[in-house]
């Protein structure tokens, strides 16, 4: 049976009161809820199927409307699942306005089974929903591959991993000096990032640079610094990766036939070594020192490469190589 905090499992009994203004209220707050990032996934997906089903039952209604903008604001920090959603399809004959609601929720499932819903509106005689649709089926594209089961940033994941990685360092700094000789650098996980710095990140020509793995992730770590762990492990904080983001550092790679991928430097290492994520979400980048020009990242190095196929996937990475470190002094190759 699913586990729901205090203030969730009445919003969603309210979702089912005969009163359209109580139901309307309730999906607002739930809007509220989601966007904050705060439930755990299986919390979400159960607050969404719900949302889903007030959003077509009550359909034109405002109730209707609010639970469908609630499905949209939850997409932010969490991926439906699309047998959850797969029923707003039902919508999508109601004009564009709608369809382009439905469409949007559809490709962030980044279940390919979304596909021939999605594709079935390009042909349609209006531009606007065929601009929708080409634009749902780049979101679908984003799919992260790979039999990982935790693929995504949740709360849950980053709370965890923060009390794996805390625990490691209480290990590594007690006995540090008594076996090195020289006191411990100062090593920190940070808090949550402030909601200016979130609001930045997505600010502007960000928006649509920004991936939201990295907006998950920011919204419960906002930095770390590692800088004994083999020659020093970093995950920056917000205003360092909007600077790189914008105009001081990496934003594209080029690879030797010209073809270039934009990109999200988030970490890096003591040796100059930036780890970069693409915009789908779908590919972590080791770039060493190499050539940048106008934002553009070249190099011949072999160690150039995709080691991880997702933020997650790097992360795991991470939180091993600290705990080797750790254990045997063994240097991360990350």
């Not at 739930?30 to 889903?52: K, M, V, Y």
């Not at 109601?94 to 929720?105: C, K, Q, R, T």
């Not at 996980?189 to 200016?196: D, M, P, S």
């Not at 270039?260 to 930036?274: H, I, K, N, P, Q």
Request: proline share 6%; hydrophobic share 45%; with cysteine.
């Amino acid at each position: 049976m699913t586990w729901l905090p205090t203030d969730l499992a009445p919003l969603l009994a309210r979702l089912s009161e005969p009163d359209r203004r109580t139901r309307e209220a309730a999906a607002e707050h739930l809007a509220d809820l989601l966007r904050s990032g705060e439930l755990h996934q299986e919390q979400a997906e159960h607050a969404i199927g719900r949302l889903a089903e007030v959003a077509v039952a009550h359909h034109p209604g405002a109730d209707a409307a609010a639970a469908r903008y609630a499905i949209g604001e939850a997409t932010a920090c969490y991926r439906p699942p699309l047998e959850r959603v797969r029923g707003l399809a039902a919508l999508a004959a109601d004009g564009p306005a709608v369809l382009e609601d439905v469409l949007d929720i559809l490709a962030r499932t980044h279940d390919p089974a979304a596909e021939e819903i999605i594709r079935s509106h390009r042909d349609d005689p209006r531009a606007d929903v065929r601009a929708t649709a080409e634009r749902a089926l780049t979101e679908l594209a984003g799919r992260i591959p790979g039999a990982t089961p935790q693929r995504y940033v949740t709360p849950a994941y980053a709370d965890q991993w923060t009390r794996d990685v805390s625990a490691d360092l209480a290990t590594f700094t007690a006995t540090f000096e008594q076996e090195r000789g020289y006191p411990c650098g100062e090593h920190t996980l940070g808090a949550a990032a402030g909601q200016a710095e979130l609001v930045a990140m997505t600010a502007g020509d960000l928006r649509h640079v920004m991936p939201s793995e990295l907006l998950n992730w920011c919204r419960r770590v906002r930095e770390v610094s590692l800088p004994d762990v083999g020659n020093g492990l970093f995950l920056h904080p917000p205003d360092l990766i909007v600077a790189h983001a914008l105009a001081e550092g990496v934003q594209w790679m080029a690879d030797g036939n010209g073809r270039r991928e934009r990109v999200v430097v988030f970490g890096s290492d003591g040796g100059g070594t930036l780890y970069a994520l693409n915009l789908t979400g779908t590919a972590v980048h080791r770039l060493p020192p190499g050539e940048v020009l106008d934002g553009v990242y070249r190099s011949a190095d072999l160690r150039a490469d995709i080691i991880a196929p997702h933020l997650v996937g790097f992360l795991d990475l991470l939180r091993e190589a600290v705990h080797e470190h750790v254990r045997t002094g063994a240097v991360p190759a990350l």
